[in-house]
Nanobody, 122 residues
Framework: QVQLVESGGGLVQAGGSLTLSCVASGRVSAIMGWFRQAPGKEREFVAAANWDAVAVSYVESVKGRFTISRDSAKNAVQLQMNSLKPEDTAVYYC?????????????????WGQGAQVTVSS
């Protein structure tokens, strides 16, 4: 099992930027990702990266605005969010997978962070 501690998030105006960080302790995870859950909606995949972020995957709605990166030395992952929109408002979760192949489904991840609130005002 991996313990994930998230930081970052907060309130920002539309068009602004925020950075989420997540540090993992325990098992080294080849694949780490971010999911989000908006009020009244199911949790959805946002982005994932392999060990050195050479292989990455994004949900279509954040492509060109969000960037996922890895700090392998710290077993950490970051999500840089630019040009934020009100529809990006959600609780964002960091996740770690036992797999070595990028995955976009929740079932592929076995460890989760506590969640970080991101609120984008219009």
């Amino acid at each position: 099992q991996v313990q994930l501690v998230e930081s970052g998030g907060g309130l920002v105006q539309a068009g602004g930027s925020l950075t989420l960080s997540c540090v993992a302790s325990g098992r080294v995870s080849a694949i780490m990702g971010w999911f989000r859950q908006a009020p009244g909606k199911e949790r959805e995949f946002v982005a994932a990266a392999n060990w050195d972020a050479v292989a990455v995957s994004y949900v279509e709605s954040v492509k060109g605005r969000f960037t996922i990166s890895r700090d392998s030395a710290k077993n950490a992952v970051q999500l840089q969010m630019n040009s934020l929109k009100p529809e990006d408002t959600a609780v964002y979760y960091c996740a770690a997978s036992r797999d070595v192949v990028l995955a976009r489904t929740e079932s592929s991840y076995d460890s989760w962070g506590q969640g970080a609130q991101v609120t984008v005002s219009s």
